[in-house]
């Protein structure tokens, strides 16, 4: 018999205070899915926005994604009737079609590098070996249905995200930069310039079966300000955790972030203008923990693919050294993809937050 405490009962599928959603499935299983709990009642929900942020995140849309090939089509059980939610959970699954485990087989019983493998076992006993199973990327699908939803709890808002950067390749500032912006080329770099030298760049990576890590810069317009809580929630601490929980993000940084340890304090400080407005915005939009009104800026770093068809040193269960070559199919730079989950993960902290603040009220 397994006695269970109170603690190994309760692992970290679910994200949220009043707003909460649980995800649940594999990379290699049935299917992926979720359950959003805490969504008000009667609220229009348009479907085709979720479908197109989940459009926006699938594999195999590009020459510079991994050619695993997923429709990606959402399936909702529960939580929403003629097209309003009903104040139920929303539960919803998204099939998985092209699976391919047999590519998986040759790692049953070998940890691959800078993966969950070892870790994962050490803390389970037990991994799914296909694919990663919870550690692999593919539930990230759940949460940009999810925050495709929460977004729409707030209209007045806009949450955008780009690449800022791919490797040491950097790109320039475009103002007002819209989705539609976004999306005019495959890098999902609103600087059209650095977007070609970037497309080419993981072009040559995906051929030569390297990787590459990279930058998405966020941000939101027209959130109201108060929102956050002054000490444990801060505002930004809540959109630190969440864009720390994606795959592969090492880092995270609200406005003027680290380079703000390298100011001084008359330079820093953003001076008033009229109420609640600022000449400057290094603190990002966030200050004390609660929302000002400006625009919430951050950038989110992400390390490059751990899975890679270089050859690899590495060991098996027992020890034994072993050369890796993996197979499979993996993105050679993860960011073009990973700009819809920052925005759900966005939407998820700011609308959790909009409902905690109207409790407050």
Do not use: W
């Amino acid at each position: 018999m397994c006695g269970l405490s109170i603690f190994e009962a309760m692992p970290g599928n679910t994200f949220g205070t009043l707003l909460r959603l649980t995800t649940f499935g594999e990379s290699h299983g049935i299917a992926i899915g979720g359950v959003l709990d805490g969504m008000p009642s009667n609220l229009k929900i348009d479907l085709d926005k979720v479908q197109n942020q989940l459009n926006r995140r699938r594999p195999g849309q590009s020459s510079i994604t991994t050619d695993r090939d997923e429709s990606d089509r959402v399936q909702f059980l529960s939580g929403i009737f003629e097209e309003k939610t009903t104040g139920g959970p929303i539960g919803f699954i998204i099939p998985n079609k092209d699976q391919r485990s047999r590519d998986y087989s040759k790692l049953k019983d070998v940890y691959r590098p800078s993966h969950a493998d070892y870790t994962t076992e050490a803390k389970y006993g037990h991994r799914d070996y296909r694919g990663g199973g919870r550690t692999s990327a593919r539930e990230t699908a759940a949460r940009v249905a999810a925050g495709a939803i929460a977004e729409q709890l707030l209209p007045k808002v806009e949450i955008v995200a780009y690449v800022k950067s791919v490797g040491t390749i950097q790109s320039n500032s475009v103002e007002n930069t819209s989705r539609k912006d976004v999306d005019k080329n495959i890098m999902r770099c609103p600087d059209l310039s650095a977007a070609e030298e970037m497309i080419a760049f993981v072009e040559e990576l995906k051929t030569e079966g390297d990787s590459v890590g990279g930058v998405i810069e966020c941000v939101v317009r027209g959130i109201e300000p108060g929102l956050g809580e002054p000490v444990f929630d801060k505002l930004h601490a809540d959109l630190g955790k969440a864009m720390l929980s994606i795959n592969a993000v090492k880092g995270f940084e609200v406005g003027s972030g680290f380079a703000a340890a390298a100011m001084l304090g008359s330079d820093h400080n953003d001076a008033f203008t009229a109420k609640g407005k600022t000449a400057t915005n290094h603190s990002g939009g966030v200050q004390g923990g609660i929302s000002n009104g400006e625009d919430i800026v951050f950038r989110v770093g992400f390390k490059p693919v751990a899975t890679i068809k270089k050859e690899q040193s590495t060991v098996d269960k027992v020890g034994k050294n072993v050369i890796l070559k993996s197979e499979g199919r993996h993105d050679p730079c993860v960011v073009p993809r990973a700009v819809p989950i920052v925005e759900a993960m966005a939407a998820m902290v700011l609308a959790d937050q909009f409902l905690r603040q109207k409790v407050n009220q």
